[in-house]
C-alpha cells in the first residue's frame, strides 16, 4: 500500500473496542449468527488478556480507521511437541477488500505464530465463502479433513 493507503497491522489495544464490536458483529452477521453483549465483553477481555491459553487478536487499520481483524489461538497437539496456531475468526469490512487486508492479517498471524514457536496454522471456513476461499487457496493449503459438531 503506497500514498494514502497506509495499511497497518497491529495487536488489538483497549482503545479499539468500537470499532473491534463493529467488525465483529458485521463478522458474525456473514455467518447469520448473533452474540450476546456478554460475550463481546468476556472475548474482548480475553483478547486483551496475558493468559497464553487465551486468545490473541491482530487488526488491520487503513488510514486511521479498523478494517480488519483476526483472532487466533495457540493450543498443544497430540501429534507436536510444539504448539499449533488457531486462526478462529478473520474479517475485512467488504469496503475495503481486494486491497490485501485478509493477506497482511493471516500472515500477521504466521509472523505471531513463528514467533511463539509454532509452525503450524489452520482454520475452517464455510464452504459458501468462496470470496475468502480464493485468498485461503493462495495463501494455505486445503485440507481434506471434515469437520463435524456434536448434534
Same mark, same amino acid.
Given at each position: 500500500?503506497?500514498?494514502?493507503? #497506509?495499511?497497518?497491522?497491529? &495487536? ?5 473496542? =468500537? ?6 458483529? #458485521? ?8 452474540? =450476546? &453483549? ?11 488478556? %496475558? ?11 487503513? %488510514?486511521?480507521?479498523? *478494517? ?23 474479517? $475485512? %469490512? ?24 509454532? =509452525?503450524? *496454522? ?9 470470496? $475468502?476461499?480464493?485468498?485461503? %487457496? ?5 485440507? &481434506? ?7
Amino acid at each position: 500500500m503506497t500514498g494514502s493507503d #497506509a495499511l497497518t497491522v497491529r &495487536p488489538l489495544t483497549l482503545s479499539d473496542r =468500537p470499532a473491534w464490536s463493529d467488525l465483529w458483529t #458485521a463478522y458474525l452477521a456473514f455467518y447469520k449468527t448473533s452474540r =450476546p &453483549p456478554e460475550i463481546y465483553d468476556t472475548y474482548f477481555a480475553r483478547l486483551l488478556g %496475558d493468559d497464553p491459553q487465551d486468545y490473541s487478536c491482530l487488526v488491520a487499520e487503513l %488510514d486511521g480507521t479498523l *478494517v480488519g481483524l483476526a483472532h487466533y489461538l495457540f493450543h498443544r497437539h497430540g501429534w507436536k511437541v510444539e504448539n499449533v496456531c488457531y486462526l478462529q475468526d478473520l474479517y $475485512a %469490512d467488504p469496503a475495503v477488500r481486494g486491497r490485501g487486508i485478509g493477506r497482511a492479517l493471516i500472515e500477521g498471524v504466521y509472523e505471531a505464530a513463528d514467533a511463539a514457536g509454532a =509452525p503450524s *496454522v489452520y482454520w475452517l471456513t464455510q464452504d459458501f465463502n468462496t470470496e $475468502a476461499r480464493k485468498l485461503y %487457496d493462495r495463501i494455505g493449503k486445503l485440507s &481434506p479433513l471434515i469437520k463435524y459438531d456434536r448434534g
